[in-house]
């Protein structure tokens, strides 16, 4: 079984964000940036179907800049097999990401589509679903549990007031939660070899997608602050305090 | 103008991001109707006719669209598209489930998390972790957004809308339900308790958890909740996970104990109205964004805290 990881690289997750002066955006220059963490249990977890002898060959994929080649390195030190890069300077919205997707999907047919739930830049939550609709493919999304069994995938979704297992037959998309797996460090011999495997570059243009935004950015601001408040003693002096402010 | 409001409920009962959606719907303006879709709909159906300001109420009802199969709701939400301008989904868990799904058929973006309408095509929602808002502008003739519910306040009650049924989609031919562990509570919901009480990763078991955090929300009538690093070390279910990636509360009151205070767990509670944190470690990052603070062992603070509330 072939397996598609869509990785995407993004800010570290240790850094926090910082709005520019002029509210084009946020400031990504000389900024840590690495692999999306849900990204990284997802290549984890398609790596431990491998592991099991379940997946055959694990292609990463990513869609951005040239930069992201690093984010699909990682992705091949931790097991992926091939890599494709889908290079472009522009910001894709989920919906252009998934039916860049869709046409990578078209080329390699893999039978299962393993990514993240959410890119923690964008917080959008969205890509995954948009590909499984864009395809017509079923969707455990949330996963925190996949089985691969007889043309099927048996997920445990975290959801709303606990957890839910469904079939999904394949191909299907999943996307990883946090519980699945914890991702592993690639180990040095793992990241030379990781220089030698294949790494495929197509331009964006090539596939003939309509990635055209749909939403124009007015502005990108800062939240309002919320300032340090007062050290209390003791419990007691907690409790009278509360009871000021009107909470208790 | 129409809106379509997804309502949020257990297949039980109507849950409050319904008229928290509403009020974010009525901020677009034009006509507002709600779909129910589950099981049980006809008396939850009952319920949210009562939210004012509502044209009517549709619903719809198969085990597939109870159990939240995203198949299910795509089908369904597509197929009623062609009467709105805009269609609204609480972001729950369920609601991110299908809206990508509805907005990739419908071929227009998803505006993810809004939590402020500016006009009927722009809107602010959070990003990196809450640490940016952007506002966007839609250029898409229909409008697909996930709402954040705290962000809203609940529309009143008062309405007697009219209940339609529409039918059901077939059934998914390719997503089967399997079974679920939902986790019954006598305490309120974490996105609508008015108090929550929060424990981390300092708890060190599933049973201290117990001990320390759930008599404290009793006594308060608060909700539980959690960090990440709690959830993943198994002291909490993972639903009780407040955060960027979890769930997001804006409680009266929240009390984090023994939670340091991540960029990841300051984006799921920073805009409670009054913030409280006990933690030993007097640098911990929690008291940049806390009220009141107790540097102090939980294991003597919280007792103490159970003995001042009396
Ligand atoms: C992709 C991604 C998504 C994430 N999403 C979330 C999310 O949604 N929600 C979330 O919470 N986290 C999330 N995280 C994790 C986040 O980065 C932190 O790791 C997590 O919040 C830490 O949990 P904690 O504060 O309980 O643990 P720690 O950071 O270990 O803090 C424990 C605290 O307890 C204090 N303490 C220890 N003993 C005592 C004692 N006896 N009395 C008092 N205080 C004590 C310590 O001083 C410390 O400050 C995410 C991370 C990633 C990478
Ligand atoms: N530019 C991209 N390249 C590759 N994968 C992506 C890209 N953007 C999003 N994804 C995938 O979609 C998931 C969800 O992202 P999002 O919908 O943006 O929150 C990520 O975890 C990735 O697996």
Known sequence: ?248 | MAVLVIADHDNATLKDNTHKVVTAAQAIGGDVDILVAGTNTAAIAAEAAKIGGVRKVLTAESAELGQGLAEAFQDLVVGLAGGYDAILTPATTQGKNFSPRVAAKLDVAQISDVIEVVSPDTFVRPIYAGNALETVQSSDAKKVLTVRPTAFKAAAEGGSAKVESVSAPAAPAKTHFVDQKIVKSARPDLGAAKIVVSGGRAMGSAEEFQKVIEPLADKLGAAVGASRAAVDAGYAPNDYQVGQTGKVVAPELYIAIGISGAIQHLAGMKDSKVIVAINKDPDAPIFQVADFGLVADYKTAVPELMGALG
Not at chain 1, 23 to 50: H, W, Y
Not at chain 1, 81 to 99: F, G, M, N, S, W
Not at chain 1, 172 to 181: C, F, S, Y
Not at chain 1, 207 to 232: F, N
């Open chain 1, 1 to 248: 079984m072939k397996v598609l990881v869509p990785v995407k690289r993004v800010i570290d997750y240790n850094v926090k964000a910082r709005v520019k002066a002029d509210q084009t955006g946020v400031d990504l220059a000389n900024v840590k940036m690495s692999m999306n963490p849900f990204c990284e249990i997802a290549v984890e977890e398609a790596v431990r179907l491998k592991e099991k002898g379940v997946a055959s060959e694990i292609v990463a994929v990513s869609v951005g800049p040239t930069q992201a080649q690093e984010t699909l390195r990682t992705a091949l030190a931790m097991g992926a097999d091939r890599a494709i890069l889908v290079q472009t300077d522009q910001d894709l919205e989920p919906l252009a990401v998934a039916k860049v997707l869709k046409a990578i999907v078209g080329e390699e047919n893999p039978e299962l589509v393993l990514m993240g739930k959410q890119a923690i830049d964008g917080d959008n939550n969205a890509t995954g679903q948009m590909l499984a609709a864009l395809l017509d493919w079923p969707q455990a999304a949330f996963a925190s549990e996949v089985v691969v069994e007889g043309g099927k995938a048996k997920v445990t979704r975290e959801v709303d007031g606990g957890l839910q297992t469904i079939d999904v037959n394949l191909p299907a998309v999943v996307t990883a939660d946090l519980r699945l797996n914890e991702p592993r460090y690639a180990s040095l011999p793992n990241i030379m070899k990781a220089k030698k495997k294949p790494l495929d570059v197509k331009e964006l243009g090539s596939l003939g997608v309509d990635t055209a935004a749909k939403l124009k950015v007015v502005k990108v601001t800062e939240p309002p602050k919320r300032s340090a408040g007062i050290k209390v003693e003791t419990a007691a002096d907690l409790v009278s305090n509360l009871k000021t402010a009107g909470v208790l």
